[in-house]
């Protein structure tokens, strides 16, 4: 049977301004670590002030949250001053007080509670019961233990988060009760289900640390296409810049994602990306996951043993970060910078080797490598590899000519010339992406795979303006608006690049009319 389970407290004075604001954020993080544990959250008593509780004052605005068992959820159950949602708040507690006397809740979690007025008499039934406790709140937490409550977690809340006072307290409790848990960490939107992410080695995401980077790289590109504009010229070291640091940038988002403790991931690899950031992006990648790594571990162990929430976001944020970056520093950060600039050399290779060929075969492979899976995987860090180098990609060109403008070329030509009307409004708002957005080329999904010759067509549009990406010897990036891209190419080559986009659309709205009529034709034979 699940140990019952009772929140309580108010949003605080410190705590306000770390996570105590955030009632919704509190309870998801708190429902997610206690189902992991089996435990069921039972009963809350939530006082929220619209300020920090040490600016506020008797007649400020307040919000008095309980729980709803039918939605199992919280909701505003009383609204006023401050000074009257207390007086409400006493009422709940009363309830919570007999509950806790009947032996129908098991323990109490709670963050910066009024031991002396609103939660006086639930503390007061937890005492006698000797349930055990754990909370945060440096001045409540110490009245509450001189009340003789069984306390079994204490801490203050500087520091903390939403999720780490979640992990320390089912921590505590589940270690009370000798309950099997692993915390929940990563996305914790759906409880249970999630449990599974506790395996840190589940959460490395290369597709997701890249793709979150990715604004990154296109500041970085951004800025080198604005300093070719007369008097824009220091923008180039802006750039020169943005290429120093981001291995910063991917180093913090890696340890963020891995770790699952938002901002002491953060910290963590931003601590390791600065010590290691001669590694390069592959460097940022590789040394941020270790960061994360470390920093799960680190704050699992410090859980277990009870250290306070303050200590275990300092030792986790802070020793994870300065040992994964020692070790960037020392051992990693060579190697990868290493096998990064070689996978540049062999990309440059291919080019001089046949730079028409090259372009070809990558123009016709990237369908069907979006289509497998492998692009966002294998393609686009190999796009920001080409990027950080030099500001440019051979491969980002191929993405914009071959991808983005073919899916424009064909939904472009369904929605001039489609097969029947349906077609035409599904067509729109993809071009409208792809040409406003330089996004969205999936667009061009349905009308591919209705279609064996549209489908060829798209091959062979990437194809040719591959050939003439390689011909031209573009480089560029994607992920911009189309109209932009021209003049983010290398200098000179902005009319090249514009001739390749045209070419790619223009054979792929060509190519997909005529498939249109012609099975139009077949159909109504």
Known sequence: MSKKIAFIGSSGGNLFKQGGNNIAGMMKEILAQTGAAEMEVAFVQYVMASDSLDVVGADSPATLYTWNADTKSVEASFKGTLAEVNEEAKKVDEELAGLISAGQIDGVMFVSADAKGTNNKAFAAAAEKKIPMAGTGGTGVAYVQSMGCNVISASGTTGTTNRTRAVAFTTALSKNWNIKYRPVIGNTGSGVAEQNSGNVWKR??????????????????????????????????????LVTYIPVVICAIAAKQVSGLDEVGVVAGIIAGVLAMDGGIIGGLVIGILAGVFA????????????????????????????????????????????????????????????????????????????????????????????EATGFSFLGAIDMTGLVMVSAGITLANIFFPKDKGQAAAALPGFVINVGFGTFVEAAYPFMFASKLVFAGSLISAAVSGALVGLFDVKGTAYVPSFMAP??????????????????????????????????????A
């Not at 500041?219 to 300093?227: E, G, I, K, R, T």
């Not at 200590?311 to 020793?319: A, L, Q």
């Not at 290779?349 to 289509?371: E, M, Q, R, T």
């Not at 690049?497 to 139009?520: D, P, R």
């Open 296 to 387: 799960y571990y680190i704050s699992l162990f410090c859980y277990r043993r009870n250290i306070p929430g303050t200590t275990v976001n300092i030792c986790s944020g802070g020793i994870s970060g300065l040992a994964a970056g020692l070790i960037g520093m020392y051992i990693l950060a060579p190697i990868c910078l290493w096998l990064g600039n070689g996978i540049c050399d062999v990309i440059n290779f291919c080019i001089d080797f046949n730079s028409i060929l090259a372009g070809a075969v990558a123009g016709l492979l990237i369908w069907p490598a979006i289509i497998g899976g492998v692009y966002h995987a294998a393609i686009l860090p190999i796009v920001l590899l080409e990027i």
């Open 204 to 241: 490395v995401n290369i597709r997701g640390i890249m793709m979150t980077s990715l604004p990154a790289f296109i500041a970085m590109a951004l800025c080198l296409a604005c300093s070719k504009i007369p008097g824009c010229d220091p923008l180039s070291g802006l750039f020169d810049t």
């Open 487 to 524: 003049f983010m190419a290398q200098e000179g080559k902005e009319i090249s690049f514009l001739i390749c986009m045209l070419v790619a659309a223009g054979l792929a709205f060509v190519i997909t009319v005529a498939a249109n009529k012609f099975e139009s034709k077949k159909a109504a």
